[in-house]
């Protein structure tokens, strides 16, 4: 797709219409950690579109600190609550950056909705190579008119929202492939993180991100519920399994820890909770839908 020259070019427009312009365009490498825009304090006024190439930046916006990889381009409305950099654990940060009129923010807030402000489009897709074309003809001045500019412009924003649309269609099948991973893998003691994002075909932190929108909770967390769900019907029903046992059938490998663990969420030991469902003669087991039953 590259290489190319590492310049930047801008547009200037004398029009009373009001239509969505690309106003810069650039090819940058930064390897400098002093490299750092704080939007807070700028004056110009565009929504930028960043596309990871090589190396990896970050954003922070919102308190929430993303990384921005290759194939990955981050969307931010300048001025704003957002600051970009290149990070402590990263030597490299190559871009193309793609400055466009304010006419684009209802497709940006869009975006925001579906994926946040970074959006995974890959390195070879239809999108970055349109990223190249479009860098292209800037460099070589090929945007005779305003209508011309603001045609490519609409086009690019036209992609770049289904792209992120369907990006974020995926991505939410993924993560029900992760939910249903720890569904019925809990009981594994090898059960974490790494392997269920592996498992879903995202990274540890997308899943995150994405697990707790859909589901209002951390993977980790759900993990832990489902663990302990299944213990206390395993300590409410089966009197003859040692506490042993009972950890070991809901993915802990150390009793000890199963029992910080319990006790931590339920209020009180394990043994406790199983000692004081002991004074039932029968223990039924409520779901939260009926069973079927088999005739």
């Known amino acids: 797709m590259y290489p190319l020259e590492h310049k930047s070019v801008g547009f200037r427009f004398s029009s009373d219409l009001s239509l969505l312009t690309l106003k810069g365009a650039g090819l940058q490498l930064v390897e400098s950690h002093t490299y750092c825009w704080d939007n807070r304090e700028r004056r110009d006024e565009h929504c930028l579109v960043q596309f990871c190439l090589d190396g990896q930046g970050a954003l922070l916006l919102d308190g929430i600190c993303y990384p921005v990889r290759p194939g990955e381009a981050f969307l931010v409305d ?43 489009a890959g390195l070879d897709s239809p999108l970055a190579r349109q990223m190249d074309a479009l860098y292209t003809r800037a460099l ?37 492939a992760a939910k249903a991973f720890m569904d019925q893998n809990y009981a594994r003691q090898d059960l974490n993180l790494d392997r269920i994002a592996d498992h879903a075909g995202l990274s540890k932190y997308y899943l995150c991100k994405e697990f707790q929108r859909r589901f209002g909770t951390t993977p980790g967390r759900y993990l832990r519920e489902i663990r302990l769900a299944k213990a206390c019907s395993l300590l409410m029903t089966n009197t003859d399994y040692t506490m042993e046992e009972i950890a070991n059938r809901v993915g802990y490998s150390s009793n000890n820890y199963f029992g910080k663990v319990f006790r931590a969420e339920k209020g009180m030991p394990p043994d406790q909770y199983k000692r004081q469902n002991a004074r039932y003669d029968l223990v039924r087991s409520v779901y939260e839908t009926p069973k079927i039953r088999q005739e």
Request: aromatic share 18%; hydrophobic share 40%.
């Open 140 to 176: 070589q001045d090929q945007f005779a008119t305003l209508y011309e500019n603001s045609r490519l412009a609409y086009g690019f924003w036209m992609d770049l929202t289904a792209c992120a649309l369907s990006a974020a269609r995926d991505s939410l099948s993924r993560v029900d």
């Open 78 to 120: 300048i001025p704003g609550k957002s600051r970009y950099f290149l990070p402590d654990d990263s030597d490299r940060w190559e871009f193309f950056f793609f400055e466009f009129s304010k006419e684009c923010l209802p497709l940006l807030r869009r975006i925001y909705g579906h994926t946040g402000p970074v959006v995974a």
